[in-house]
């Protein structure tokens, strides 16, 4: 899986893992059933009210995507189940008329070349972008989690009787918060800018919140990377 460094409008580096074109298919695949049924019953509904009104069902097909991705920040039906979003190149959310001009060109991507020059796109592009995409500034991010691999791949530590932990009450954290963590770490030990700086603050702020400490540790950095050695430990122990 192909992975990006992000780096936003504030000079934060964001890592991303881009959708694979095994997802993307996916996705579009279950969007594909979602529409046809949407279609199906509108036209079912229209048609018992007027037979002239039966072709207001196929706005359905027009508006599944874009109406979905501006509700949903991102994506649709079949993205969510695929673990995919759309995000611009920045790494934010991305805009209603970047979302609009990704649905444009879905006609050219998919439909007029039936998938082969979205394929081509994605396949050679960096950023997997189709033509939309590139044109949007846009891109599909995967959502799902190398958490394990990641996590456990930290320190190497294996139990407890190499390490004991020093703040218990690190089970109340979640594993997806402790990788988030990681990562922030990680971007920190890489740029090491100003903006990392105040994220690694933030972030020590609202661990010892969740841990009810009395104060925060003056090394954010070494408290951090602390707080994931005991969480392994904690955990795989």
Request: with cysteine.
């Amino acid at each position: 899986m192909r992975k990006l460094s992000i780096t936003t409008t504030q000079n934060v580096s964001i890592d991303f893992a881009v959708a694979s074109l095994g997802q993307r298919i996916m996705g579009l695949s279950i969007d594909m059933i979602a529409i046809a049924v949407g279609v199906f019953i509108l036209l079912l509904v229209f048609s018992s009210i007027h037979p002239n009104l039966a072709y207001l069902a196929l706005l359905y097909f027009f508006v599944y995507t874009p109406v979905s991705e501006i509700l949903m920040n991102g994506q649709t039906l079949g993205k969510r189940l695929a673990s995919t979003r759309v995000i611009n190149i920045y790494g934010e959310a991305a805009a209603i008329d970047d979302l609009l001009i990704r649905w444009v060109f879905r006609m050219v991507d998919i439909w007029f070349s039936l998938g082969a020059l979205g394929i081509i796109f994605i396949s050679t592009t960096s950023r997997g972008q189709r033509l939309g995409g590139v044109l949007s500034n846009t891109m599909v991010v995967s959502l799902r989690s190398e958490m394990n691999l990641s996590l456990d791949d930290i320190l190497r530590i294996e139990d407890r009787s190499v390490y004991e932990p020093i703040y218990k009450q690190v089970y109340r954290f979640k594993e997806e918060e402790m990788l988030a963590v990681k990562q922030l770490l990680d971007r920190y030990e890489r740029y090491h800018n100003e903006a990392h700086k105040k994220l690694l603050a933030k972030a020590s702020e609202r661990c010892a919140k969740v841990l009810g400490l009395d104060h925060v540790p003056e090394k954010h950095h070494d408290f951090l990377k602390t707080l994931i050695k005991d969480y392994i430990v904690s955990t795989r122990s």
